[in-house]
């Protein structure tokens, strides 16, 4: 049997204490100013809540125009994508910033522009990432997964898509 023998004693007093406590990475939430963000924005902040994580809304816009300046976390199109899931944040009460993602302009196969938001992700320091489960195009949960898997990382969240629900009653309706 083997035994550990200490080579000082332990000290309490607190300038020796170090923290031993791992960052809190925020948790991102893939926002294309869709109906399935809703979902995705409340499992992302039902995640961050549990971990004590920041949130970080990453706003999916359209390729850029050519000669276009790029856009800015704080511009008029992020403000506008978010729109819808800013009343769930401020109401949730958790600390949140955006960001922004821009949709490559060329083709970069598959799994392109999956890998791209993956990067921007984990640039903003992001262990975890809320995806809809359809969609935008080549962002879906699948194709971020997939790319995921190959990259390593981060671990990737399948948000569930918004029911529908007719605008119309059905009894109204036939």
Known sequence: MSC?????PPTT?????????????AVAAVVAD?????????????LAAARGAPLLLIAVLPPPQPH??????????????L???????????IAHRPAVFVRPAGRGGRLGAAKGLLDAAVGHGCSSL????????????????????????????AAPTARWVPLVPASIAT
Request: net charge positive; charged share 25%; aromatic share 0%.
């Open 68 to 81: 276009a300046a790029p856009p800015r976390p704080d511009g008029a199109a992020v403000r506008a994508v």
């Open 13 to 25: 007093d607190a300038g020796s204490v170090q923290r031993r406590s791992r960052p809190r990475t």
């Open 130 to 157: 809320v995806v809809s489960r359809s969609g935008p195009a080549e962002l879906d949960a699948g194709a971020v997964m997939e790319a995921a898997a190959i990259r390593g990382g981060p671990l990737v969240h």
């Open 4 to 8: 550990l023998h200490l080579t000082s």
């Open 83 to 93: 729109g819808r899931v800013m009343p769930r944040v401020v109401r949730a009460g």
């Open 34 to 46: 869709r109906l399935d963000d809703c979902p995705v924005v409340d499992l992302a902040i039902r």
